[in-house]
């Protein structure tokens, strides 16, 4: 038998078992040339500070047209938050005007769902203890929320939505982390849920290098200082929290305007830029205005995109 015919008839694999070292080769080819099968495509939208001015209609009108025309359509919006430019500190007409500015742009602009998170200036914070709607109530109503934390399963995925946003002790708002109460929700939910990977959201990161240095002051005696509302407060508890539980793989998050990832311990953060740039006045630093496409896959990987949708002041 000539040698065309000894390929022929014992076929690569043969041909790959003669080769010295091939038992490692052909243990990692299938994983190589195997595509990962991709379960689910949502867009990151977050920090969109919608207020009348500054253009901030025409510029979140944008994006979301931006979002409708990829040609690789996600399934729906996942919003972390600062939808309105502030409620904080503003009158409760001013808090509707923004709020009745949002839903007609989703209404007219937008044709996908939508799952929020609640960011600290959708919080109607301006010293009016007495009405209803103080806090975090007016948010939950206009995103049409029960609670401002949550869990639900898509795609074979497990979504946790956190509250990032406490009162401080004396009762002024606001604080970045988590209470008891929603830690201990969110203990036993990880608890429960073990068999599928995890994506938790948040609006403030829970971990992040650039808030540490970009966006603090540093002092010659004491080093970074990092404020109250820059970054989960209680990030160590929660980083420990997942080192428990190594099916959490994302954790995603908006707040700082600025664009990161970071990998510890087997979790990788993302904080994606905001929609409003440098709150309509340009991009931030290096990020400018956009969105991420994400892409969650059956293996429990990931892909984030970040997205400049091009806006210019």
Not at 124 to 144: C, F, I, V
């Amino acid at each position: 038998m000539d040698r065309r015919s000894l390929l022929k008839n014992l076929g690569l694999g043969a041909l790959i078992g003669a080769i010295p070292g091939s038992r490692i080769l052909a243990a990692s080819t299938p994983d190589i040339i195997k595509p990962k099968k991709r379960v689910l495509r949502f867009a990151h939208l977050t920090d969109v500070h919608l207020e009348p001015e500054m253009h901030a209609p025409e510029g979140l009108a944008k994006c979301l047209h931006h979002i409708q025309a990829q040609k690789d359509a996600p399934s729906f919006i996942m919003n972390t938050g600062d939808c309105i430019m502030d409620a904080l500190k503003q009158p409760k007409d001013r808090v509707e005007v923004q709020w009745n500015l949002w839903h007609g742009l989703m209404k007219s602009d937008n044709s996908l769902p939508i799952e929020y998170c609640i960011g600290n200036h959708d919080c109607w914070g301006a010293g009016q203890t007495t009405d209803l709607l103080y806090g975090k109530k007016y948010a939950l109503e206009m995103m049409h929320l029960e609670k401002p934390y949550r869990s639900f399963d898509r795609a074979g995925w497990h979504f946790i939505v956190l509250d990032s946003i406490q009162p401080k002790k004396d009762g002024v708002w606001y604080t970045c982390k988590l209470d008891d109460e929603q830690f201990d929700w969110l203990q036993k939910d990880l608890e429960a849920n073990t068999k599928l990977p995890v994506a938790i959201f948040s609006h403030v990161p829970i971990v992040s290098a650039a808030t540490v240095v970009v966006d603090n002051k540093f002092k010659e005696d004491v080093g970074y200082e990092l404020g109250l509302g820059s970054m989960h407060t209680d990030s160590a508890r929660l980083v420990a929290l997942f080192d428990e539980h190594q099916n959490v793989k994302l954790c995603m998050s908006g707040h700082i305007h600025l664009y990161e990832q970071i990998q510890y311990n087997g979790v990788t953060y993302i904080s994606n830029g905001a929609v409003s740039g440098n709150w309509w006045k340009g991009k931030r630093y290096r990020t400018d205005n956009g969105y991420a496409m994400v892409n969650l896959y059956e293996d429990g990987t990931f892909d984030n995109e970040y997205i400049p949708y091009g806006w210019t002041v």
